[in-house]
C-alpha cells in the first residue's frame, strides 16, 4: 500500500531526504547540471518520497562513483532494516552478497537457482579452492598434476587451486612443498565466490 502525503507533509519528507543523500544544497538547481551519482540519488528520493513498502531499484549504483555508490548502499540497507522489501537488479556479484538476503541467479530470462548467497556458495562445493604462496616460483604444470586439484590459476603472487576435497588437497600442497624444498608463505581455503557460483550456474545451463 502507497502512503499519500499532504502537501505539507510531502515538503518535509522531501528536505529530510535531500539532506540525508547530500543533495539539499543543490534543491534551486537545475537537474541537467547534476553528476550521474547526484541524479541517481535524487531519483532514489522520488522513489522513497511515499514510503513505499515495496521498493524496485534497477543497477541503482551502476557506473556511480565509490562515495555515492557506499551512501545509496547504505540507504538500501537502512530501508530492508526497516521492513522496506527491496528487489534489487545488479550485475555487480559483491554487491549482491552484501545488501540481498536471498539471490536469484537469472540466466537467458529464467531463474537458474535461488537461495541465500551463503547456501548458493555451499551447493557449489567443486568451486572450492585453496590459495597459496610459496617463497620461490613453482612449476604450475606440476601443481596440475596433484590428483585432488582440478584446475589451477596464478592469481598475482598466489596461486588458486580449484579442488572439491580440500582436506586431501592441503595434505598434496604441504606434501609438494616438502618434497620441492619449499617454504609455504601463506595457505588458505576458500569457498566460492558468488562470482564463480553465476559463472558456474550459467555455464552449465548453456551447456545443457
Do not use: W
Amino acid at each position: 500500500m502507497r502512503m499519500q502525503l499532504s502537501g505539507e507533509n510531502q515538503k518535509m519528507k522531501a528536505k529530510k531526504l535531500l539532506e540525508k543523500f547530500g543533495l539539499y544544497d543543490r534543491r534551486n538547481q537545475l537537474v541537467r547540471g547534476f553528476s550521474k551519482g547526484m541524479k541517481q540519488r535524487l531519483i532514489l528520493c522520488m522513489a522513497l518520497i511515499n514510503e513505499p513498502a515495496i521498493l524496485f531499484l534497477d543497477e541503482p549504483t551502476s557506473g556511480l562513483d565509490v562515495e555515492s555508490a557506499k551512501l545509496i548502499r547504505e540507504m538500501i540497507m537502512e530501508l530492508n532494516d526497516a521492513g522496506t522489501t527491496v528487489f534489487l537488479t545488479t550485475h555487480n556479484m559483491e554487491e549482491a552478497n552484501k545488501l540481498c538476503d536471498r539471490i536469484a541467479i537469472i540466466n537467458h530470462g529464467k531463474i537458474a537457482a535461488i537461495d541465500t548467497p551463503e547456501n548458493l556458495r555451499m551447493k557449489s562445493s567443486g568451486l572450492q579452492s585453496i590459495e597459496v604462496s610459496f617463497d620461490y616460483l613453482v612449476n604450475m604444470d606440476d601443481l596440475t598434476k596433484i590428483p585432488c586439484i582440478k584446475q589451477v590459476k596464478k592469481m598475482g603472487d598466489k596461486i588458486k587451486l580449484y579442488t572439491s576435497v580440500p582436506g586431501e588437497a592441503l595434505n598434496c600442497i604441504i606434501d609438494y612443498a616438502r618434497s620441492h624444498d619449499l617454504k609455504i608463505i601463506s595457505l588458505n581455503t576458500l569457498a566460492p565466490s558468488l562470482e564463480e557460483v553465476f559463472l558456474k550456474l550459467t555455464q552449465t545451463k548453456d551447456e545443457g
